[in-house]
């Protein structure tokens, strides 16, 4: 064979010259790369492709823990571990798994994700079940959490509430709580008007000096934990909505509040209403204060619209609110009484929004019609300034011509413009929507 015939050695190419090809593949080519031959494999496996690693459990996969043990954990600063928590056999694999990264030093950072995070009522959970979780989850995140070498970073427990509940235990456990970051607590509830309260002391959070998102759930906010999380270089804070009871859970004052937009002049504080369908009807008169620095709201899944409220929000936080989303079921278009109440209103309350809050660049509107020559004063009152608008439910009727609407919005918005079909939100996969929504909002 001459040499011009000859294969290339490619398993020859000098380490320098393959790290720096591999350097500049994206992720999915540099991983198709790394089945070339044995010495691009190894190149492959290197710290700086790993800096996040996403560990989907998989049943049929009995060597799975074993490649983490002997490749990943090794790698991977940041862990994401993808489970279904109503499944037996992934909560015995998470055991082992945790364990396994409690003993690694490297992953610092560890975030759960699951569909079924609001799937489990804890108040009929039996004795055994609570100390399955326990064992299975606590226990090992504890271990984790108390490791005073290269100690943990961020902990999200993916808005499960079963695990929520022991996020005293997490912060009590923690060995260097001055280097967390980040700490998820918030949850999704089950049943949304009846649950237990979690009890934090403020204290062990005040613990925590380098923490810059902080997520709760609405019942563990106080005045004073408002006063202690002022020292907190925080950036952002997430507060999610589910009940409200009254003998349990003091209202938050506006004086606090007062204290800390003073203190916190641009932090982004996101406001989630997850399934509240009671607390939706007292959302101005027992969540939202005039000083409350609201930037993002976020109405999700709770069975009507509060026009009062949103009107509220455009008068009081008119110097704040960047984004809404209200989002809900799609039956209501049927309802041909609500689309009655809505066109006698004085005014849409998006409209109001979009006139009144000088920072809006975001509004999301699905389960609630809207009539498309108020779609279009919006477009006219935000113009480029509006980086999204998303709208799903449009009553057509009377409407001379769906093309030049959509088209007059496309050039208002700068950008090309139409309405979302509804069919294309299948109501059924909401708890995934609103897991997602939350994801989201922590990662932005």
Request: net charge negative.
């Amino acid at each position: 064979m001459s040499f011009s015939q000859r294969q290339p050695e490619w398993h020859n190419l000098p380490a320098v010259a393959l790290n720096r090809i591999f350097d500049h593949l994206d992720p999915e080519d540099r991983r198709s790369a790394a089945s070339v031959c044995c010495s691009w494999r190894l190149s492959f496996f290197r710290k700086r492709y790993f800096r996040t690693f996403r560990f989907q459990l998989d049943l049929a996969r009995d060597d799975q823990l074993a490649f983490f043990h002997r490749s990943m954990a090794n790698l991977t600063r940041e862990l994401i571990v993808v489970f279904d928590f109503q499944n037996a056999f992934h909560i015995q694999k998470m055991r082992r798994l945790l364990y396994k990264v409690a003993r690694c030093d490297n992953i610092q950072r560890l975030r759960f994700q699951t569909h079924n995070a609001g799937l489990v009522a804890i108040g009929s959970m039996h004795s055994d079940q609570l100390l399955a979780i326990e064992q299975c989850f606590v226990e090992p995140l504890k271990l984790f959490l108390s490791r005073t070498r290269q100690p943990c970073q961020l902990l999200d427990l993916g808005a499960i509430e079963a695990l929520t509940y022991y996020g005293h235990d997490f912060l009590k456990s923690m060995g260097k709580p001055q280097e967390l970051m980040q700490l998820t607590l918030a949850s999704i509830k089950y049943d949304p008007s009846h649950y237990p309260i979690l009890s934090l002391d403020t204290t062990l959070l005040q613990k925590c000096a380098s923490l810059q998102v902080l997520s709760l759930d609405y019942d563990t906010l106080s005045d004073e934990l408002l006063h202690t999380i002022q020292v907190l270089p925080l950036r952002k804070l997430l507060i999610v909505v589910h009940g409200l009871d009254s003998e349990e859970h003091p209202e938050v004052s506006e004086t606090a509040w007062s204290h800390f937009s003073d203190h916190f002049s641009s932090i982004e504080l996101v406001l989630t209403l997850v399934y509240a369908y009671e607390a939706i009807e007292l959302l101005q008169h027992r969540v939202l204060r005039r000083n409350m620095p609201v930037t993002h709201v976020r109405l999700l899944f709770c069975e009507q619209m509060n026009e009062e409220a949103l009107e509220w929000m455009s008068v009081h936080h008119s110097e704040t609110l960047r984004s809404i989303h209200y989002v809900d079921s799609m039956y209501k278009h049927f309802n041909h009484m609500d689309y009655a109440r809505h066109r006698f209103q004085r005014q849409d309350p998006f409209i109001m929004m979009a006139w009144r809050c000088k920072q809006l660049e975001e509004i999301v509107v699905h389960g609630y019609s809207m009539e498309p020559h108020n779609i279009v004063g919006i477009a006219r009152l935000r113009g480029r300034q509006l980086k999204r608008l998303e709208v799903s439910m449009i009553d057509w009727s009377g409407a001379a011509s769906m093309n030049a609407y959509n088209e007059e919005i496309s050039t208002l918005l700068g950008q090309q413009w139409s309405p979302i079909d509804p069919n294309n939100i299948p109501s059924s996969l909401r708890d995934q929507f609103v897991y997602e929504m939350l994801r989201q909002d922590l990662s932005q």
